[in-house]
């Protein structure tokens, strides 16, 4: 068995839109995720999370069932608009009071609350007034910052400012396939500035509102494989790498945006204004990263006759999401975020599989697929911190099987089994292994 730490942080991650419900429930405003399910055509089966897991009903049960587990840490988001259904100035008491009731209630099980203010839910309000690509945007994240961080932050005292940005600005402003749905690449840019913008602003909010807290960020990273040694699949590479990992990674130490994305993109980048750099490149505590698989590059500005043969092949093992298994990946990223940037930690803030579990006759529910990535990459975080990588936590994705964004309810992530109908919660194999893990090395 894989040995850990002591005081490495064992949890496991879920996201408000994905699992409350209670869409319009007690105040809550409408996110652009509500806006954008609603519209038809855009999420699998017309799926939407109007009732989700029903876990703004249900929370009190699923405590129990993470104490059971043997969690340590529980990364959740709050949902912006249950905060401040319009936005900004107008705080909806009851949303303050159903995070505090989930806190209190983690912490009464020993169980750590690590906080995401902002995980895709943005107030359709401010999207209609142009949203992440406008920079009113970012007064609204610190003042909704603030605002949560006042009433969690004397028990809080772990946050992270967003999750994956790069996803909110550019699968949401360019690619058009999550929420608000736009395909523009001007807004796409803009909105990533912005998000960062609002993490550079709020970490001192935070810091001032949450004594001894620690606060980071949250990146998607992706390691890029040039399909073959040529110089075309070399500059892909490096291209996507700009577009997907750096182009987040370098503002946030203060290196400014990759000068080849920028001249790639061909953009004036006019809505950055003085001062917004040393903004953005505030020291954070820790960094978090979500890793789901590699992307192997092959260009695309010339044809496969004249690129040279491919050396680098996709594995057999493919998720429901269409994504390779590569385990490697995660070890190479670690040693990366390490000896190129050196953040002073760093947490996997989620790390899953999606594949097509079924409920035995006698209601179990095997899903050795996943039990095997998760102990895999469990296995390259060991690897890399024996290299002294600092990385001090692991978050699986997710807890609970939910609404997977544009794919609805087709996608199970969780190690937790969710029978939508019924809202029964069934611990997959891979949870119970998981559980055994924590138990093994948290000395319990």
């Known amino acids: 068995m894989t040995q850990f730490p002591k005081d490495f942080v064992w949890g496991a991650a879920t996201a408000s839109y994905q699992i409350e419900g209670a869409w319009n429930e007690d105040g809550k405003g409408e996110s652009i995720w509500d806006r954008f399910s609603h519209t038809p055509g855009k999420v699998q089966d017309g799926d939407t999370g109007d009732v989700a897991c029903d876990h703004y009903h ?13 969690l340590k840490a529980y990364r959740f988001s ?7 259904p319009e936005g900004r100035e107008k705080v909806n008491q009851p949303g303050v009071d159903f995070y505090n009731r989930l806190v209190d209630a983690l912490l009464e099980e020993r169980i750590e609350p690590w906080v995401t203010l902002y995980h895709w839910d943005l107030p359709q309000d401010l999207q209609d007034e142009g949203g992440w690509a406008s920079r009113m945007v970012v007064d609204a994240f610190v003042e909704y910052a603030d605002v949560v961080s006042r009433a969690l932050g004397d028990r809080v005292k772990n946050w992270i400012t967003l999750n994956e940005p790069w996803v909110s600005a550019f699968v949401g402003y360019q690619h058009g396939h999550h929420a608000p749905g736009h395909t523009n690449l001007v807004e796409a840019m803009a909105a990533s500035h912005h998000l960062l913008l609002s993490h ?8 001032a509102n949450s004594l001894m807290s620690r606060v980071g960020i949250t990146l998607n990273l992706t390691p890029q494989e040039p399909a073959s040694p040529s110089v075309a699949d070399r500059k ?3 291209w996507v790498d700009g577009y997907i990992n750096r182009f987040f990674l370098d503002p946030l130490v203060g290196r400014g945006y990759p000068q080849d994305i920028v001249n790639g993109f061909g953009k004036a980048m006019d809505f950055i204004q003085p ?12 960094l978090g990263i979500n890793y789901y698989t590699r992307n192997i590059a092959r260009a695309d500005n010339i044809t496969e006759e004249e690129n040279e043969p491919r050396t680098v092949i996709r594995g ?4 429901e999401m269409d994504w390779e298994v590569y385990p490697k990946g995660l070890y190479n990223i670690l040693g990366r975020l390490h000896f190129e940037y050196n953040f002073p930690a760093i947490y996997i803030s989620e790390n899953g599989a999606a594949f097509p579990d079924k409920v035995r006759p006698d209601g179990q529910v095997d899903d050795p697929a996943r039990l095997s990535y998760i102990k895999r990459h469990l296995e390259m975080v060991s690897k890399a911190i024996d290299a002294e990588v600092p990385v001090k936590g692991y978050f699986v994705w997710s807890l609970f099987d939910n609404f ?3 794919f609805g309810y087709s996608k199970r992530f969780g190690i937790v ?4 109908q019924t809202q029964q919660r069934i611990p997959k194999s891979s949870a119970k292994w998981y559980s055994q893990m924590i138990r093994e090395n948290a000395g319990l």
């Open 417 to 420: 089994y969710v029978d939508y």
């Open 404 to 406: 997977e964004w544009a």
């Open 58 to 70: 249900r929370w009190r049960d699923d405590v129990k069932l993470m104490k059971e587990l043997g």
């Open 236 to 238: 892909a590479a490096t």
């Open 275 to 286: 001062g917004d750099m040393d903004t953005i490149a505030v020291p954070v505590d820790f």
């Open 316 to 319: 057999d093992e493919i998720t």
């Open 78 to 84: 709050v949902a912006w608009p249950r905060i401040l």
């Open 200 to 207: 550079g602003q709020s970490v001192p909010v935070i810091r």
